[in-house]
């Protein structure tokens, strides 16, 4: 049983408060806001100009085959294959709580590592997508 001074020392302090008959709302999680977190309300790539890759570098080889995806994390996009034709890009951040970079792709779903929560490579979901236009190795994105 926990002494009266680690009760104060440790619990959530809204509820040691309410103790006291004082309210207070707020959330007590104790779980911390992940380094890579990025508000629902922030996007860097809003308003941007569009991105031109040229797909024959190297590092985009991951995307040559269809399903093949990445996360292109120095622009903060998720890339997928979907047909010879379509490359779709979609923001890294995830619309639960902003993580980035905890990706995993099943072929037809991302994964958040973060809680575990799966979102469509479809332009439909919940994943914010943006246009793009693929010309010969030239993939184009607007934001
Ligand atoms: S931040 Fe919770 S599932 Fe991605």
């Given at each position: 049983m926990k002494t009266r001074r680690t009760f104060l020392k440790t619990a959530c302090k809204p509820i040691v408060l309410a103790a006291f008959g004082i309210t207070v709302i707020e959330a007590c999680s104790s779980e911390e806001t992940p380094d890579n977190y990025l508000s629902?309300?922030?996007?860097?790539?809003?308003?941007k100009a569009p991105l031109e890759i040229d797909?024959?570098?190297?590092?985009?080889?991951?995307?040559?085959?269809?399903?093949g995806w990445m996360n292109y994390t120095s622009e903060n996009l998720l890339l997928v294959r979907i047909s010879d034709s379509e490359i779709r890009a979609f923001?890294?951040?995830?619309?639960?709580?902003?993580?980035?970079?905890?990706w995993s792709f099943d072929g037809s779903d991302f994964e958040c590592g973060q809680h575990g929560n799966t979102y469509s490579?479809?332009?439909?979901?919940s994943l914010r997508c943006y246009i793009t236009k693929l010309d010969g190795t030239i993939l184009t994105i607007n934001f």
């Open positions: 629902g309300s922030q996007n860097e790539n809003d308003n797909l024959s570098d190297g590092k985009f080889s991951d995307l040559k085959d269809i399903g923001n890294n951040s995830c619309p639960h709580q902003g993580t980035r970079d905890k490579n479809s332009c439909g979901g």
